[in-house]
């Protein structure tokens, strides 16, 4: 049976359901065709799902619920598996100890900006209205930031200066080496004195320790971003640049929608035809900051910077975690009304923002892998891929990083793809246990109608008493309810 025939059954089983019961879970949205789509994810699929039970506002309160309080989990398990696969990578190549001449008083590692900054986010000032949006924590100072891609960019600023990154490393930035040694536009990179005597490994996980990769307010920016091209379009992005993460993320699609144990080979960064027309119709969308909706007519949505910025700003001021949650709700029911400002149809705006909200859960992972590929986890691996097989190893572009560890990639991808599932699942049963409860109480109901009337018939009441017995039990109810 295929996956389309699959939800088909599930979908028509619910339906049933809700037209038995005429509880809570009667349906007040016409039926919307997208529900029904053959493919393979299970997000998708469990998206789908909550959809057809209780609508839009259990949608919102889902991705609320995940970018709340899951992150913390995801960004555990992240970090486990980026330690495990620094540790292999080190145990299949050298001796865990410090090589003297990453030590403090070595020469230490010189790695070129452009090597490590696959999509030019050093080149944008965190202080600037897009920056805002792209870093986190953005200090007066910078340099004593929790991020250490708000930090990387201080250094750079202060050329020729040392500064130190949570007693783990001295970095400092040279545009021009005057012993001619390092390429141009480096920085240089080496143990701090603490670090001297203490192994390979323990630096690598203390610097993973000292990483914050996610915040609500900063996941959200990237998540809206990669479907609309708010900020990119703000940055002047090139074509090129949109392709080069449009292909990204059409590399993470593959790897979310590969069947679990099947091989990560090369076809997976190859591109035919067809996802190329692809690659270059959603990064001509996300250049004008917008996307294609397609209802009952056709028009361009999008989510201005300027919502962003509100939803920032707003979020930084909150005290309490209600707070913040109730925040997130306002704004993403904000973005969502702004998908629906070119519409012509009143009755499409449901369809349009349950789209919107579905667009959010599907890029989550997508922003995620987004974040792993920004200077702060980059700088890791070229450190240790530069000590293993010498200092001219490099990463011509984000997809070769993503080939050379495509198993990494997909370990995370398919751990993050799981936490998510697992949470939209228990959503999907609580829901579906309601519907079935009052399911069966309503079977229950019609059992004992039935025996009454049978009752009642055998001790001489008429059918048409009957029949007026229960216009008379319907009509209280009624008024009760109302």
């Known amino acids: ?60 309160k889902a991705v609320i619920d995940i970018l709340m309080h899951s992150l913390d989990t995801i960004e555990q398990e992240l970090k486990k598996a980026l330690k495990l696969n620094i540790k292999n990578i080190i145990s299949c190549g050298i001796n865990p100890s410090l090589p003297d001449f990453i030590k403090s008083t070595g020469d230490g590692i010189a790695i070129e900006v452009r090597k490590l900054d696959f999509f030019d986010l050093m080149k944008v000032d965190p202080k600037s209205i897009s920056g805002k949006l792209l870093y986190n924590d953005v200090t007066p100072s910078l340099f004593d930031s929790t991020d250490f891609n708000t930090f990387l960019y201080a250094v750079i600023q202060d050329e020729g200066n040392t500064h130190t990154w949570k007693n783990i490393y001295d970095v400092k930035f040279l545009s021009i080496d ?45 998540i809206i971003d990669s479907i609309f091209g708010s900020v990119s379009v703000n940055l002047n992005k090139t074509k090129k640049q949109l392709e080069n993460e449009a292909k990204i993320d059409a590399i993470v699609d593959k790897m979310i929608n590969n069947d679990i144990g099947q091989t990560i080979d090369d076809s997976y960064f190859e591109f ?17 900051g917008v996307i294609k909706i397609k209802t009952s007519e056709e028009f361009d949505a999008s989510v201005d910077q300027s919502l962003l910025t509100n939803f920032n700003d ?15 709700a306002k704004h993403l029911n904000e973005m969502a009304d702004a998908n629906t400002k070119n519409s012509n149809n009143p009755s499409d705006n449901i369809t349009i923002k349950l789209d919107f909200t579905q667009n959010i859960i599907n890029s989550i992972i997508k922003a995620i892998v987004g974040v792993v590929l920004t200077p702060k986890v980059i ?17 011509k572009d984000a997809i070769q990083f993503l080939k050379q ?16 599932t697992s949470f939209l699942l228990r959503i999907v049963l609580k829901y579906i246990g309601e519907l079935m409860a009052s399911e069966v109480a309503q079977r229950q109901l019609e059992k004992i109608e039935y ?9 001489g009441v008429s059918q048409d008493a ?6 008379v039990q319907d009509l209280g109810q009624q008024q009760l309810k109302s």
């Open 1 to 60: 049976m295929s996956i389309s025939d699959k939800k088909e059954k599930v979908f028509g089983k619910i339906a049933a359901s809700r037209t038995l019961t005429e509880s809570k879970f009667k349906s007040k949205l016409k039926k919307l065709s997208p529900f029904i789509n053959n493919v393979k994810s299970v997000i998708a699929f469990l998206t789908d799902v909550i959809k057809a039970l209780i609508g839009y506002g259990a949608l919102v």
């Open 178 to 222: 005057p012993n001619g040694i390092h390429p141009n536009n480096s920085i240089i990179i080496k143990a701090n004195s603490t670090y001297d005597n203490k192994s390979l490994n323990d630096l690598n996980n203390n610097y993973i320790d000292t990483l914050k990769l996610f915040n609500t307010e900063h996941l959200t920016n990237k």
């Open 272 to 288: 035919d035809n067809d996802e190329l027309t692809q690659v270059e119709y959603v990064a001509d969308n996300r250049q004008r």
């Open 314 to 328: 707003e979020m930084g001021r909150a005290v309490t975690i209600q707070e913040r949650k109730d925040i997130l």
């Open 379 to 395: 700088v890791l691996f070229l450190i240790i891929y530069k000590i293993i097989y010498g200092e001219n190893i490099d990463f």
């Open 405 to 420: 560890n495509k198993q990494l990639f997909n370990g995370i991808i398919k751990k993050i793809t799981g936490l998510i």
């Open 451 to 459: 025996r009454k009337n049978q009752l009642l018939s055998l001790v």
């Open 466 to 471: 009957i029949k007026e017995l229960k216009f």
